[in-house]
Every structure is written in C-alpha cells, then in structure tokens.
C-alpha cells in the first residue's frame, strides 16, 4: 500500500494516470493555503468536476475504507486538507461543515500566526490560543487532523498535549538531519508522536540535506534513524510535491493576501522560485525509489510496508471518523 | 410512518420533543427563503448545533434509510431543503457542495422568476431558463428534488418533462377546491404525478378551502378526491405549517431583499401576519387528526399509510441518491 500524506501538484488527468502507474492507494491533497471559505468550496467544486471527468483513476476519500475501494478498482483515493485555517474564516461552525465536504486534514498555521497558533516563521511563539483550543477540541470531535508541518514549535506541542486525539505533521524532517526553519526538532517530533501522532517525510528539496542533490539514500537512510529514535509505526511519507506548479503558485503560497512586499519564505532573491526536485523523486512514478532505499537500509519488510502507507492507513483509519 | 413534505417552524426544543409526540418520523424543513450560499451554510450549521444537543431527538436524514434508524431508536429524521435556489447563487456547482451537506429539496423559484425558472407571482411565464435545464440535469445527476410548489404553471410542467427524475409539489393544494395562487391546476398536478412525481398537501391556511376555518373533514374529503383522480400512491402531506414564528418572519418570506416595497403575498393590508392554524392542525401532535380524517372518508388503510408518509419513504428512497 502507498500512501502520500501531502502534494499539492497543479493537478491534471497525466497526474492522476501518474498516480495509478505509482501505484499509489490515496494521496492527502491540499486545497487551500490562502482561501476563505466560498475561495476552499470553489477547490471542493473544482474536484467534483474531476471525479466526475476520471471516475476510472480517482475516487473521493471519506474514511479509509476508500482506500480499499481505490485499491480493489485500481484507482487514487483523494482526502483534502488546509494547509491554513483560512477556511473556517473566524467561525468553529464551519469546522463540521468542511468535515461533510471531505475536508481530513487542516494546519492550524501556514507560517505565519493565525487565529488559532503561531506560525514557524514568527519570532514569537505563543502557543495555541483561546479561538484554537475550541477549534482543536472540534476537530476532534468531528474527526478532522490536527496538521502542524508549518507551526512553531511551542504551538505543536501544545497542540500535541491538548488534543484529545493523534494529531501529525504530514510533511517535514528532523531538524537535526537538515536544519531548516520547516524541520522539526527533536522534541517537537517526540511530543507528536508519542502520542500517536505521524510525522510524514518530506522530499520538498528545502527540506532536505544536500537540497536537490540529496540522494535517495541519505533520506532513506534519515528515515532509518527516525525510526530507531521514534519508532517505524509512526512515520510516513508527505512529500510535498508541488508538480507542474509555476512559480507564480509559490510565491502566492508564501505571501497569499497577508503582505505587499515579496517573502522569499524557504526560498531567496536569487532562487525565489520552486527548487527543482531530486532526479530519484520527479513524480508520483517513483514511490518505488523510496521503497527500495527504504529496504537497503535494513529496515524490515514490515517497517517498510509501514512508512510507505500501512501506517497512514492505520491514522486515517483511527482519526477521520466522530470521536467515539 | 408520518412523513411531513414541509415545516418551517421557529425551531426549538419544544417542537422537537412534539414531533415525538406526535410520532413523526421524518420532515422535510426548509432552511433557506432568501439566504445566500454562505447564508444557508449558516442555516446547516444552526442545525448541526442543534443535532448535537438533542440527539435523544433529532437525527440529520441523508437518505430514506435514515427514518428506519430514526423510527428505530425514537427520534425524528430532518431533511433540508430550499424554498428557493438563491443559496446556489449563479454558480451550478453549488448543486453537489450542498447536497453533500444535505439538501435534498430545492425550489426552483420562490414566487419571483429566478435564473431557473418562473415564479406563480409573476405575469408571464416563460418557462425553464437555459440555466434551469442545466441545473435540473445536476439535480438529477446527485439527487436533489426539483420542488415547484411556488412555480408558475407552465415552468412546473415543463420542469416534470424535462427532468429524468420525478418531481414534487411539496405544499399546495388543488386548485380546483380552492383557487389560490399558490394551488394547482389539474394539468400541472397531472404532470408531475403522471412522471412519478409527489403533491404534498398543504395545511397552510391560505391554501384551504374556507381557509383556517376549513374542517378537517373537508380537507380529507378533497384529499381522497384528489387520489382518485391522480392516485393515491403520489400524495403526501406537505403542512407547510410555520409554528411559533412571528409575524415579521412572514414579512422577510415575501420581500426578502427584492423588495424595499411591503409584498403581502398571500395576506393582505388588512391580514398581513401568518393566518391561525386550523384547529385541527396546531402542531406535530395533530396528524392522528388527519390520520383518522382520511380512515373515514373510506380509503383503504393502505392508502391511508401511504399519504400519511409511506408515499414520501418510497419517493425519497427512489430521489436522494445519485442517478444510475
């Protein structure tokens, strides 16, 4: 089973064909980083039209037992997250209803602070705030993840502790194998997993050591060590792959409608736009490079199995539904 | 099996625990008039609200089945609808974003003309719009009931022939036995009960015979004349009964925001606010009235079964899930 905890590609039928041909199960997608909530219904509108367009490559996923209708048919399932709370604008109401539109995951910052946490980029963490401990006990309720790839590191373990149920940072590595402001430090990925949360490997070149030459097997091997420290059970893969995007789409991802002025985020002046991908991870085709460094490793075939879906599978299972 | 095809009572505890009282297994409650997309997101999020705080009484109905389970443990199954397409703005692919958050029921107008269709208040009557037949096709296509209770004569015809699916009066009366505006002539009802589709009747004072002092036996009277010219497996009964709302409530339903002028609609200078109820028909604790109302005008006990809601179970189970 292969499951993607995040992409963000500029999305067509060749993905979707892509998809199949990767033998990928489901995908966590994001569709919206900026959006207000009538800007997110227009996204759940936009993939209406393509389930209906490519009924035979991707199907809605609800729970993980579409995961299984995908496989049984050979297709993708295709479970939406929020890479901010955008959405839900300045109303825990709309928490329920993005949960019956589909919506699985939602980041309680993208970056900056929200109404509900501090963001990684900020210089001041405050935590999670009165509006976001409400928030966090709905999402909860409802069965929609907590996501905290792009908080502060305060802000997660809070999160962490607060919430009732497993939460996850879909798509990021340690910050000790690579220290980027994105990564995450040992005790924010302690906190997060040892309860029962996921921590989903990134391939997003800025996240990575060595950026875009970083071989397979240096990220293979980081997952290997990862495992040691955390256990295999709780990982996954969140690749972060932005396919076909412009550059136009990630310089709107970094400054949205919140500045006038250019933020380079992860990138600079001299490479403002999306860093080129690791020749062993160019599409949804190359799962199979990861599976393969993941096995040369040592890890056993059951770890491996683990962090290329079971393991999503088993969260999704466990966290998309009511709380019991 | 009681099934009522339409309410819009000021919504609290009290009707809630009358329904079981009344033991009313299903209704159909209208949660827009006027209110935009975001509008009616709010109106489902009152009602979410409201499913958690009562769930000894109340369940949300998606499909037929829903009542079984409500029938079983007790409780009243709720089915939301619209008396008008304005929550679907100008945008078609509103028609699936809301009927996953459960609208079962749209109208293709309220009294006015839309962008669908033509409304009974009207002077001319020009039919089904470009954008009405395309959105017909949607609404068939997820499952959403075309409901032309306050449509004009020919827009509803030609909404019964258009549609792959059968349609539904959900409130009105013949014309025939009361000549209101609202009712409906022979032609029409036989249009859309010859393509299976549903006449709900309607308590509505406005809509009876000798209006709030119209005798339950009248009205059961006309309602087995009705079923032995179109047959009985197509009615049901549609109240329209709006409990406990003020009059400033049937105000906004006939102006809306259309208006900077007073409409009266229905009423009139003299009588502008909602008329008194039969005495037979206050709340949900009355349709045993209606029950042995229909018993003694000599129709089967099938038939009986059938209008008081065994009608609408049949066609809500044929009409709420995608077309195959």
Same mark, same amino acid.
């Given at each position: 089973?292969?499951?993607?905890?995040?992409?963000?590609?500029?999305?067509?039928?060749?993905?979707?064909?892509?998809? @199949?041909?990767?033998?990928?199960?489901?995908?966590?997608?994001?569709?919206?980083?900026?959006?207000?909530?009538?800007?997110?219904?227009?996204?759940?509108?936009?993939?209406?039209? =393509?389930?209906?367009?490519?009924?035979?490559?991707?199907?809605? /996923?609800?729970?993980?037992?579409?995961?299984?209708?995908?496989?049984?048919? #050979?297709?993708?399932?295709?479970?939406? #997250?929020?890479?901010?709370?955008?959405?839900?604008?300045?109303?825990?109401?709309?928490?329920?209803?993005?949960?019956?539109?589909?919506? @699985?995951?939602?980041?309680?910052?993208?970056?900056?602070?929200?109404?509900?946490?501090? /963001?990684?980029?900020?210089?001041?963490?405050?935590?999670?705030?009165?509006?976001?401990?409400?928030?966090?006990?709905?999402?909860?309720?409802?069965?929609?993840?907590?996501?905290?790839?792009?908080?502060?590191? @305060?802000?997660?373990?809070?999160?962490?502790?607060?919430?009732?149920?497993?939460?996850?940072?879909?798509?990021?590595?340690?910050?000790? =194998?690579?220290?980027?402001?994105?990564?995450?430090?040992?005790?924010?990925?302690?906190?997060? *997993?040892?309860?029962?949360?996921?921590?989903?490997?990134?391939?997003?070149?800025?996240?990575?050591?060595?950026?875009? #030459?970083?071989?397979?097997?240096?990220?293979?091997?980081?997952?290997?060590?990862?495992?040691?420290?955390? /256990?295999?059970?709780?990982?996954?893969?969140?690749?972060?792959?932005?396919?076909?995007?412009?550059?136009?789409?990630?310089?709107?991802?970094?400054?949205?409608?919140?500045?006038?002025?250019?933020?380079?985020?992860?990138?600079?002046?001299?490479?403002?736009?999306?860093?080129?991908?690791? *020749?062993?991870?160019?599409?949804?085709?190359?799962?199979?490079?990861?599976?393969?460094?993941?096995?040369?490793?040592?890890?056993?075939?059951?770890?491996?199995?683990?962090?290329?879906?079971?393991?999503?599978?088993?969260?999704?299972?466990?966290?998309?539904?009511?709380?019991?």
């Amino acid at each position: 089973m292969r499951i993607d905890g995040l992409q963000y590609a500029n999305w067509c039928e060749k993905q979707f064909r892509q998809m @199949r041909d990767g033998d990928v199960d489901a995908v966590h997608v994001t569709i919206a980083y900026h959006e207000d909530f009538r800007e997110t219904v227009l996204n759940f509108e936009k993939w209406n039209r =393509w389930f209906e367009q490519f009924p035979d490559l991707i199907i809605k /996923g609800h729970q993980a037992s579409d995961i299984d209708l995908a496989r049984d048919t #050979g297709r993708t399932a295709i479970f939406f #997250g929020f890479q901010n709370p955008s959405p839900i604008e300045s109303d825990i109401g709309l928490v329920e209803i993005l949960h019956t539109l589909g919506a @699985r995951f939602m980041q309680l910052t993208y970056n900056n602070q929200s109404l509900l946490a501090t /963001g990684c980029y900020e210089s001041e963490d405050t935590g999670i705030t009165r509006m976001g401990r409400q928030v966090i006990k709905e999402m909860n309720r409802v069965g929609m993840v907590i996501d905290m790839s792009h908080s502060a590191d @305060r802000s997660t373990i809070e999160a962490a502790e607060i919430s009732e149920r497993p939460i996850a940072i879909t798509h990021a590595n340690p910050y000790d =194998w690579s220290p980027a402001l994105r990564n995450k430090r040992d005790d924010v990925i302690r906190a997060v *997993t040892e309860n029962g949360g996921m921590l989903g490997f990134s391939i997003y070149p800025h996240h990575l050591q060595g950026k875009s #030459g970083c071989t397979v097997e240096n990220f293979c091997e980081m997952i290997a060590r990862t495992a040691e420290k955390y /256990g295999a059970a709780q990982l996954g893969i969140g690749s972060d792959l932005c396919q076909d995007q412009p550059d136009s789409v990630v310089e709107w991802m970094r400054t949205g409608r919140w500045t006038k002025e250019i933020d380079f985020g992860e990138g600079s002046a001299d490479a403002p736009g999306f860093p080129e991908m690791p *020749t062993w991870f160019r599409d949804n085709r190359d799962f199979g490079n990861i599976e393969n460094g993941l096995r040369a490793t040592g890890l056993s075939d059951a770890e491996v199995a683990g962090i290329m879906g079971g393991n999503w599978y088993r969260f999704f299972t466990e966290n998309f539904g009511p709380l019991e």
